[in-house]
């Protein structure tokens, strides 16, 4: 099989980052800089209530790690009600918080489009725009969130498109949590938009009880990186390397080899097609 090459992808969510926890982050920034990844992704919840302070606490801990660095921002971030000053803080550090706009790296291999996204369930059990008007707002966000990733996916360019939400776009990768709160852990609206357009893979967080690896619909790759559902796997988890291979006719440099590290989960894409193209009977 002949391949052309590899983008590397590091992405975690739901750093939860709180004042005084500056040293927490320290491993994180050395087992990703160790990888030679191409671009960092932050899957929201980078604060724990989206205090200015916590953002500094951040931006200072992050300020080593290796650009591009590319963020979108969770609930969490939001709760403090500073928004903007939340993502002044963490621009000034070389980080890009994507808000229904997209990100493309020199070069053009890799293409990122994000949105924080909302809340809503489902596929059949979806919360459906019906009855009391505070029902149809809560449904209008959702359907705003989803039109708002459709939108910067489609203007995305790159070799490699990727979909960065906080809320995730499938029930697969919320396995594991409890059936009751299944409606405030995304919506499968951002799913379709994934779908609709030429995504290579997704990633997401908000589902600290969920499952790293899951599909949209239409198969497409869809990792929730939530540091609790990496540190599930083991307990020294910070990030997830993932190995994306390119298209045909795209040619690059071949990447390093990953450093082996506790510190890190990682997954090829290539290898799992293999793994699945390959008969049971062999
Ligand atoms: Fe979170
Ligand atoms: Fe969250």
Redesign the pocket.
Known sequence: MSTTGKVRIAAV??L?CRLGRKDNFRRLVRAINEQSADIVLLG??LTDHGHPDEAKVLAESLSELFPPIVAVL???DLDCGKRHEVVEILGSAGITILDGDRYKKKGGLIGVAGVKGFAGGFGRQALQPFGEEAIKAFVMETIQESLALEGALSRTEGAIKIALTHYAPTASTCVGESPEIMPFLGSSKLGEAIDAQEVAIAFH??A?HGTLRGTTPAGRPVFNV?LPVLRRIHPDRRALIVDVPLPPGVEREELPPVVESTAIEYVSLEEEKEVAARPLLQ
């Open positions: 969510a739901d939860h929201g919840d969770g609930n969490h967080g908000h600290h939530a």
